[in-house]
């Protein structure tokens, strides 16, 4: 899968399901879960034990599922997570040498930002998108409003504090996609295995981004 496939999928589903979680065996079975939902992409964060390891299995279970690896602070586990078949780099801030070292293996990245200074230093080191973080603590959807008057030509993916009653404000603001964790892949559904809760969430989720996004469209945003 190459880098233009992902980027291209990232942007058509608009759904970044973060599992951030306790163990391996939760990550794989929220990995399907959301899948089986109707989103093929999943961000393995490097806070779950065996992160690199979870990443590794999906990869080899499915060719349909894009998967990434998330909160990747250094180059070196970003290196660990491209030779597991992670497809995307993401992290929580702006670290310059890991957009680089992710241009050079020509894979996609997007670091996190919070000011217009690091989401515009983001995006000029050449970032495919710039997830701007933590949302909520900024404002919500306002933020990205106000972020996209004088940075229309920087895809921001909005992270941090997206549920189910936000979800369609930060698409209709102007965002290219969402990053969701605990409100998508709910504890509850992960201790009960009940991979349904976790298939309706993610169904919800699909719908709401679809909606806005038809909006957007009628209203010529």
């Known amino acids: 899968m190459n880098k233009e496939h992902v980027r291209a999928r990232i942007k058509e589903i608009g759904i970044i399901p973060a599992v951030r979680l306790y163990s391996a065996e939760d990550a794989l079975f929220a990995a399907d879960a959301v899948r089986s939902g109707g989103v093929p992409i999943v961000e393995v964060t490097m806070t779950v034990p065996g992160a690199v390891k979870v990443i590794l299995e999906l990869a080899r279970q499915s060719a349909d599922i894009i998967v990434g690896a998330g909160t990747v602070l250094d180059v070196d586990t970003a290196h660990r997570c491209l030779d597991a078949g992670a497809s995307f780099?993401?992290?929580?801030?702006?670290?310059p040498e890991l957009v680089e070292f992710a241009l050079k293996s020509d894979v996609v990245v997007f670091p996190g930002a919070c000011t217009p200074t690091e989401i515009l230093a983001a995006?000029?080191?050449g970032s495919d998108f710039v997830k701007v973080?933590?949302?909520?603590?900024?404002g919500g959807a306002g933020y990205i409003r106000a972020l996209k008057g004088p940075f229309p030509q920087i895809?921001?993916?909005a992270s941090g504090g997206v549920n189910q009653q936000t979800a369609g404000d930060f698409i209709l603001a102007g965002a290219e996609a969402?990053?969701?964790g605990r409100d998508l892949i709910?504890?509850?559904a992960?201790?009960?295995r009940e991979a349904g809760w976790i298939q309706e969430l993610a169904r919800r989720y699909v719908r709401m981004v679809n909606e806005a996004r038809g909006e957007r469209r009628?209203?010529?945003i």
Request: proline share 6%; glycine share 10%.
């Open 186 to 188: 709910h504890q509850d």
């Open 178 to 180: 969402i990053g969701i």
């Open 133 to 138: 973080f933590p949302c909520s603590a900024m």
């Open 190 to 192: 992960i201790r009960r």
């Open 218 to 220: 009628q209203h010529g």
């Open 89 to 95: 780099i993401t992290s929580t801030g702006f670290d």
């Open 155 to 157: 895809p921001m993916i």
């Open 123 to 125: 995006w000029r080191e």
